[in-house]
């Protein structure tokens, strides 16, 4: 069984520009959870998307967003880049609704602002 | 506001010793708690898991401890190998709810 799947491996975008990470889910997982690990932090909750709506959002600017599509695949948008963000983008899946569902996780995009 | 914590960055074990983990937690309504692994260039792998209602759960080398008065979870391995070198993360959510990650522990287990 394929696992989660994540694309690009690695971005390099410049301060002001838009980046946009794409996460496909193990087959049969409504629920697709984003995360950010910066330097020195542990993994900052991002969204959570579950059949297509945002069910969930941790303590980011708006400037973060993203979507679900109708095959579960989900995209991250982020605009006008700052410095800050970058950082390892983690998508997770999981069978059901959060709570007491395994995340899986995918392999993570790197994202590099310069 | 992290509501986990990992207090030790980092921890070294000798092979075939017992490695003990630790995390804390401040939110008293989170009700599943979870461990994760990650080696470098990888994501996290789910490891173990306990809910609020148990104390102890065990899988293999792995037992996870929880003393919900003390806000304490802990991960034991046992006996450690040099496989089980990673970082490991402790993460916690109350049901329906995403994950709140600690900032891990990197573990070292040397022959």
């Known amino acids: 069984e394929a696992g989660v799947t994540q694309s690009p491996t690695h971005l390099i975008k410049t301060r002001g520009q838009q980046a946009t990470l794409r996460c496909s889910p193990i087959?049969?997982?409504?629920?697709v959870y984003w995360y950010q690990q910066a330097l020195g932090l542990g993994l900052q909750f991002l969204l959570w998307?579950?059949?297509?709506?945002?069910?969930n959002r941790g303590n980011f600017p708006p400037r973060f967003s993203g979507r679900q599509f109708p095959n579960y695949s989900s995209e991250l948008n982020v605009n006008a880049l700052e410095l800050e963000d970058s950082a390892l983008y983690l998508c997770?899946?999981?069978?059901?609704?959060?709570?007491?569902?395994?995340?899986?996780f995918g392999p993570g995009t790197r994202l590099t602002v310069l | 506001d992290q509501q986990v914590k990992q207090n030790s960055p980092s921890l070294s074990v000798q092979e075939g010793r017992i490695s003990i983990l630790n995390c804390d937690y401040t939110?008293?309504?989170?009700?599943?708690f979870l461990w994760y692994k990650k080696y470098p260039a990888e994501g996290p792998t789910f490891l173990i898991s306990i809910s609020s209602i148990k104390d102890k759960n065990e899988d293999g080398r792995f037992t996870v401890f929880l003393n919900k008065s003390a806000k304490h979870l802990s991960l034991h391995i046992v006996p450690s190998q040099p496989g089980d070198s990673a970082v490991y993360f402790c993460a916690a959510t109350n049901s329906g709810y995403a994950l709140n990650f600690g900032k891990g522990t990197s573990l070292l287990v040397t022959p």
């Open positions: 087959s049969g997982h409504t629920s």
């Open positions: 997770a899946s999981s069978p059901g609704k959060g709570g007491t569902d395994t995340q899986y």
């Open positions: 939110n008293s309504m989170f009700d599943y």
């Open positions: 998307y579950d059949e297509g709506e945002e069910r």
